[in-house]
């Protein structure tokens, strides 16, 4: 099966920074085998000519299901205020909420442009169920709490289910262990040898707000980075979430032991966490990417809304970010951090074909004066038309093909409601 | 001709705070005669079961052509650095680059849900022409630069235009003095007493920049509001654009004088003006309102993103900022900013029927937990569905009805070819 996207105007995010021209992306069993004035035949033709291609953005820390507590209780003054309101009722949820709530909010992201997402949550099954539904690729966060006893029953369970996804390349597990505050020393070394045993990613939240660090430094006589760092932690692969307080001494460190930081600007804003700061992790040469965090801390699960607000609250803070580097952030950056910088996060020869098709003829493309401004300072997730994922449309038209999102919304609703009355 | 729109979840921004609830607002000859249960005959009837029904949005401080300029030259380090890439490209333009220009960003303030709009550029009577095409309502602010021989000629032209508009309430034009920069304090004064003298407004920007302050200490030995204060300039009815830089002292000034501060925060964010400092301007009861400047600066021109980016900037540096503060901003302030809190700005029996509805039917409002927050922190201009100015629908089904969206950018685009080429 071969597709040709034709006459697109495609930013392919590769080496050569700002880098975009006129070109067709050719694509063959799910992988691009060719980028420039290919025109070869094709079983498929998608006329793009009045498309920009760029590779499908990746998320790189969300709690999908978290979709359920959208908009709820969200007037909490801090992360720990807030998560006192959300724990009880994540309390209640099942195996059927999480499939209820994945569904959408993995229609929400593909709608969003993201063909990737590193999830982090419980019955993290059913989260692997809705995204092969929808047809979006993922890295499924096997979430870990407590102390050594409780991490033992975790990670039994993990290696019973480690081969849930049956060697499909679409979907992957890695160890989340969900922070310093909440998981114990033990864990974390538990955590740090399985993960290394069986070659797996380990993504875990640091250094989110002030309160943790200076907890960090009350127990452990260290900053939250220099913790992890001192148990051997980072001698598995592993990529964090927010780094709001990190010190220049921490970001060395990560870059040292190449963790990656998936920043999420909306989340960390809205809960009062502080600002993460971009300028300092991108001179210093830490590899940041993006992330929406979940839903219910967001508002939604919208990466070019992601993209735009991080580029914002940058700004804002003084520093005149470029919009190239916004973007790396969301695809290139992103697909390093989990590890799959061979196959996305650009569209280049031999990646997967992940891409994303927004129509320029909307008036955020109009004129088309700087096609990666306009992407991230201008466009929304209204202009993605087309999505692709292993070279499989999944959405066009920007109407969903492999779910009807009406009743997906239906079925959300429903069981919103049940979850309540228990 | 009268209008029912029935089963709506109304977000009146009246009097209450947090204030909504589920009815139908009765329209006739463009007015709201009733909201609540009311379920009186109507010659048209508007199924908003699926919809929350909001007032039509404000924004209060815009360049609605400078669309022509989007996303370029976006890289300048500062205003200044950036002005001087925009001021030759404006000294080429014409009334029909204008008015293709204004057709654009007219019709981009209507899909985000903008139904008054306060401009600031040359060419008013074509952008007057835009907007009338396009349905939506207009302060034109007429601009003034320059000393007081170059202030004679604008004002005489501003007599002779004054009653371009015909006496029809959905216009009006106002006096628009650009900066303290680039007007001297002759200029100033004559506006001061042609708006007094033929009841105008006066609409400035004020205060955007750090240098503008300083500049402003050195010339006339006082901050920049401190100054048109000592001219009595606040006189006339006065709002200004942006007040990043403002102290609590002129801030006292402006509430006393009661002067409102158009807020645009992606603007000054992207040209790192400082951010506005909300907090101290809320607290101290000033009115604050919304707007998106130009789309040259910001990259569009979306309120519903402008009120995301308000939220998330104030959050950002620490501020809990309430989502209803941010609504407040877009609608009922922005009325009041104008003078217009009588007939505009709120869901309210005897106002003007400029009414959005968003279609809850969409992932942003799924489940629907808190319509306010939804709103501001979920939301984007997709879900804006229908829209009603004086009660006569401009978009439905995201559709605007007077103008094809199409061939409005086909022919800014063919007008931006040309000016490059001038």
């Known amino acids: 099966m071969r597709t040709l996207i034709k006459n697109a105007l495609i930013v392919p995010v590769d080496r050569e920074d700002e880098h975009y021209f006129k070109g067709n992306i050719l694509i063959e069993n799910g992988k691009i085998i060719e ?29 999908l299901a978290m979709v359920l507590m959208r908009n709820y209780k969200d007037d909490m003054e801090n992360l720990q205020a807030w998560l006192s309101q959300i724990f009880p009722i994540e309390d209640k949820l099942n195996g059927d909420d999480i499939y209820a709530a994945s569904l959408l909010g993995a229609s929400e992201l593909i709608m969003s442009g993201c063909t990737t ?27 870990i709490f407590g102390d050594e006893k409780e991490t033992e029953k975790r990670l039994a369970d993990a290696e019973r289910n480690m081969n849930l996804h049956q060697g499909d390349p679409r979907y992957r597990f890695d160890l989340a262990p969900h922070a310093i505050y909440t998981c114990t020393k033990g864990t974390y070394e538990m955590v740090r040898d399985f993960a290394k045993e069986h070659n797996l990613f380990v993504h875990t939240h640091l250094s989110e707000t002030k309160k943790e660090v200076e907890d960090s430094i009350k ?55 502080g600002t993460f700061p971009l300028k300092k992790a991108i001179n210093i040469g830490l590899n940041v990417s ?133």
């Open 117 to 143: 997402f590193a999830d982090m949550y419980f019955n993290y099954d059913r989260t692997l169920d809705a995204a092969r539904k929808v047809g979006i690729k993922a890295v499924l966060g096997l979430t």
């Open 219 to 273: 127990e452990f006589g260290m900053t939250p980075a220099v913790y992890l760092d001192s148990i051997n932690l980072f001698d598995a692969r592993c990529y964090v979430a927010h780094g709001v307080h990190l010190t220049d001494q921490e970001m060395e460190i990560l870059k040292k032991k190449n963790v990656s930081v998936a920043h999420n600007p909306s989340s960390n804003a809205k809960l009062l966490s």
């Open 290 to 422: 993006l992330g929406t965090d979940g839903a219910s801390s967001n508002n939604n699960l919208d990466m070019f809304e992601e993209m735009h607000v991080a580029a914002m609250i940058a700004s804002a803070s003084g520093y005149k970010v470029k919009a190239y580097d916004i973007l790396k952030m969301a695809t290139i950056n992103g697909a390093r951090a989990l590890g799959y910088e061979n196959e996305r996060g650009s569209i280049e020869e031999g990646k997967d074909a992940d891409i994303v098709l927004l129509n320029t003829d909307t008036p955020s493309f109009c004129p088309l004066n700087n096609p990666v401004s306009a992407l991230v300072f201008s466009a929304s997730s209204e202009c993605v038309d087309t999505v692709l994922v292993n070279g499989k449309t999944v959405m066009k038209n920007r109407m969903l093909t492999g779910i009807d999102i009406k009743s997906v919304m239906d079925r959300l609703r429903m069981q919103w409601e049940d979850i309540k009355k228990r």
């Open 35 to 63: 980028v420039g004035k290919t025109d070869e035949k094709a079983d498929e033709i998608v006329d793009a000519s009045h498309m920009i291609a760029i590779p499908g953005l990746i998320n790189t820390h969300t709690h």
